[in-house]
């Protein structure tokens, strides 16, 4: 069969020695950033993009996503011991995790996190091999109308399922769509928004804009708060990593429910990791008998969101492998990672660069193998890595960040222009703007362009081309239906009460 | 009492939010102007400090009646310098915004100035492209897609300013000063400093500047730490990963 036949080549390219380091690297990387609180995964992918430069671009790409991953995992382990969830994903693990580890059940908790992440994985890594082929085909059917209604949807999902208010995560995808249009137009050649600075001849480039927003503007908020983070350590030694027979039985069908659900809302433009794990906690305290024991160490709050979130960043690989499109914000930096070594993703990669996407695909089960190791054993390693105050960690970043930036073009402008969108992306977050949009849209701005062109022009400048193929017309029309349904009362406030019980 | 106290309040608040919006409306010829004053020094190229004053200053004062004969003499928008365009698309309007600001209830400032700043970038976006070429037939200029989601934009910021004004909301957001200055400095200097100094210099250099980004750094600790940083940034870019780099200050190699 085709699917088994891609996926011994897949690992026979993810074995290759060279391959597997850098999915260990990745995966360590990963687990550290999920640890360490103060430092996300988008700021660490955007960091770490020219750091590939001189790799192959498998490897390159398997060491990304294994952070990607890798970061759901480590975000557990803090939420868990530490109450502080090192990453956004796993903010709601913390709730149930952490009074788990209060009864001294820290152990079960670590080990139900991480088989919960394990076994999504699997399921993530084997869904991605059977949906990639079939969707590629369809979108070799797509033409530029239909290409553009689907970012057109992408979009929209991504402003659904976001935080806070509908209208600023639509502006903060235009402001990206505009800054992407800064330098040389693709078709004429002319110098557009340029201010006849020759440095933005080029463009504003993604990996600046990225580290900007994301690194630079984190740490200058983080600072706000003064540096100390406030961290109360579980101090007592972490005993019997095995859960007992009933918190298997127990989590069993929620590790299940939570990685259909991550799987689902992780091929979702928009979705990810974040909002799955929300999804799932909320899911399993509809469910269960006694919603009451939910906040108070129930194992379930722990499997079910762990579970989702792991299938989530796993999922969302596929509409980036298969149409081109990136469904979130570290996504988009992988499609930066791909142009970076001249691969324009798309539909065609599947069978131009079967190496590529069949041995990442390999690779993320070997890195689900290997987070398991990772983090379940050396767990005590971790925790000691949250005693590394912040006062030492901002400015390594600033200078780690400054050199990546530096030596993608060897241009010192670049770093000076990551500073300057550090501080745009500063004024974003005191104004609740949320900067992942905008990088959303900075990417998809040439591709939402050049078909808007290519259909109009096919068309003869007949704008009903959109709703006159049917495929376009129904993908606008799920766009819209989802919009309405989003500013609809009811609906507004279930998205709201989704997030303000994470917080709460 | 109380309500006139609080309408004194709410008033100054106003007229704060009004100025702020008025230097932003100038905030381009502001730029200009100080980066013209580095033609003095002999950095850079570009107008003079007096000819950026003085073309500024006429174009803000003639825009409006030019504005007023232009549409009257059909076809006259093309003869408009890039000055005067920049104050009848982005200068006037935010004017009026300005202006406006002084007589309504802000109910929450977060989204009104967030919205009137998103309002100022997409004018100025609408300004940038101006000089572009439109559509030609059934084909996109250079400036369609620019024109068409700086229009959305204007829309979308104007939303946000106008929710700021029918619901409540938070207030302006604290802004400290300390983490975001030196953070910024480390960034300059390290810009400025990677060509002639080297890598080894600028990046310890910097580090020692971005710590004092937080009260809480302890000089000793910091000094190992940025130390061993640089050591090891020194080794991994230029060897393990091979990126070209300069290490040492230029004067010391030669």
């Known amino acids: ?16 020695p060279i391959n597997l380091l850098m999915c260990l690297i990745g995966a360590l990387v990963g687990t550290l950033v999920g640890v360490l609180p103060g430092i996300g995964t988008i700021a660490t992918v955007a960091m770490l993009l020219p750091i590939t430069f001189g790799l192959p671009p498998v490897g390159a790409l398997i060491m990304l996503a294994g952070i990607y991953y890798g970061a759901q995992y480590g975000g557990s382990t803090t939420s868990i011991l530490v109450n502080i969830p090192g990453e956004a994903g796993s903010v709601v693990t913390a709730l149930d995790g952490h009074q788990m580890a209060k009864q001294g059940r820290a152990g079960p908790a670590l080990a139900i996190a991480a088989i919960g992440s394990f076994f999504a ?24 109308a239909e290409y553009f209604s689907l970012m057109v949807l992408g979009l929209i999902f991504a402003v659904v399922l976001a935080k806070g208010s509908l209208l600023k995560a639509i502006a903060m995808i235009v402001f990206g769509l505009l800054l992407s249009m800064v330098g040389s137009d693709i078709e ?239 004024w974003l977050i005191k104004h609740d703007f949320e900067p992942a949009p905008l990088l959303l849209g900075m990417v998809l701005g040439p591709l939402m362009e050049e078909n808007l062109r290519r259909a109009l022009l096919i068309s003869r400048g007949d704008w009903s081309v959109f709703v006159s193929r049917p495929l376009s017309a129904v993908l606008l029309a799920i766009a819209a239906a989802l919009l309405v349904l989003a500013v609809l009362p009811a609906l507004r406030a279930k998205r709201d009460e989704v997030f303000v019980e994470s917080e709460s | 009492m109380a309500e006139t106290m609080g309408q004194t309040a709410s008033s100054t608040r106003n007229t704060k939010a ?136 204007l829309a979308l910021g104007a939303g946000i300013a106008g929710m700021g004004l029918f619901a409540d909301g938070p207030e302006l957001g604290h802004y400290s000063w300390r983490g975001p200055l030196f953070v910024c400095a480390a960034i300059i200097f390290f810009a400025l400093a990677i060509r002639p100094l080297g890598l080894v210099v600028s990046a310890f250099a910097s580090f020692m500047i971005a710590a004092f980004g937080s009260h809480e750094t302890r000089w000793v600790e910091a000094i190992i730490v940025g130390a061993a940083l640089t050591l090891g940034c020194a080794l991994l870019f230029p060897y393990v990963l091979g990126l070209p780099m300069p290490m040492f200050p230029r004067f010391l190699i030669q």
């Not at chain 1, 069969?1 to 290759?16: E, I, K, Q, R, T």
């Not at chain 2, 033609?39 to 950026?52: K, M, W």
């Not at chain 2, 003085?54 to 408009?80: C, E, I, M, R």
Request: charged share 10%; aromatic share 8%.
């Open chain 1, 1 to 16: 069969m085709d699917l088994f036949a891609n996926l011994a080549h897949g690992f026979a390219v993810a074995l290759s």
């Open chain 2, 18 to 153: 009004a100025l702020g919006i008025l230097v932003l409306a100038l905030a381009p010829q502001l730029f200009e102007l100080v980066w013209s004053l580095g033609t003095i020094i002999g950095l850079g190229t570009g107008r003079g400090p007096a000819q950026v004053l003085l073309a500024h200053g006429a174009a803000l004062l003639s825009a409006a009646p030019n504005a007023v004969f232009g549409s009257v003499a059909a076809d006259a928008k093309k003869g408009f310098s890039s000055d005067v365009l920049l104050a009848l698309i982005y200068s006037y309007p935010l004017f009026a915004v300005a202006i406006v600001t002084l007589f309504v209830k802000i109910r929450a400032p977060q989204d009104y100035i967030g919205g009137i700043v998103l309002l100022a970038l997409a004018l100025l976006a609408l300004w940038a492209s101006s000089d572009l070429q439109g559509m030609r037939g059934f084909s996109f200029g250079a400036g369609t897609a620019p024109r068409m989601f700086g229009v959305l934009m």
């Open chain 1, 121 to 144: 994985g699997c399921v993530a890594t084997v869904l991605i091999a059977i949906l990639g082929g079939p969707l590629t085909k369809l979108a070799l059917a797509f033409g530029p």
């Open chain 1, 188 to 426: 004429t050649g002319a110098s557009r928004m340029a201010f006849n600075i020759p440095e933005l001849a080029d463009g504003l480039g993604f990996a600046t804009v990225a580290m900007g927003v994301f690194g630079f503007a984190e740490i200058i908020r983080n600072l706000d708060h003064g540096a100390e983070l406030n961290r109360d350590l579980v101090q007592q030694k972490i005993t019997g990593l095995m859960p007992t027979r009933k918190d298997l039985i127990d989590s069993a069908p929620a590790i299940g429910r939570g990685t259909v659900l991550g799987s689902i809302l992780g091929i979702l433009p928009g979705g990810g990791a974040v909002i799955s794990s929300f999804a799932a906690y909320t899911l399993e305290k509809k469910l269960a008998k006694n919603p009451s024991r939910f906040g108070r160490g129930a194992i379930e709050g722990v499997a079910a969101p762990e579970a989702a979130n792991n299938a989530a960043a796993q999922t969302s690989f596929i509409p980036l492998l298969t149409l081109g499109i990136p469904p979130n914000a570290v996504m988009a930096l992988m499609v930066g990672a791909m142009t970076i070594h001249g691969i324009v993703p798309g539909p065609q990669v599947m069978q131009k660069q079967p190496d590529l996407v069949w041995g990442m695909i390999a690779s993320m089960w070997l890195g689900n193998l290997m987070l398991i190791i990772i983090n379940l054993p050396l767990v005590g390693i971790w925790v000691r890595l949250l005693r590394v105050p912040y006062r030492l960690m901002f400015p390594s970043i600033v200078i780690f960040c400054a050199i990546g930036i530096y030596s993608v073009n060897n241009a010192p402008v670049d770093v000076i222009m990551a500073g300057v969108f550090g501080l745009v992306g500063y």
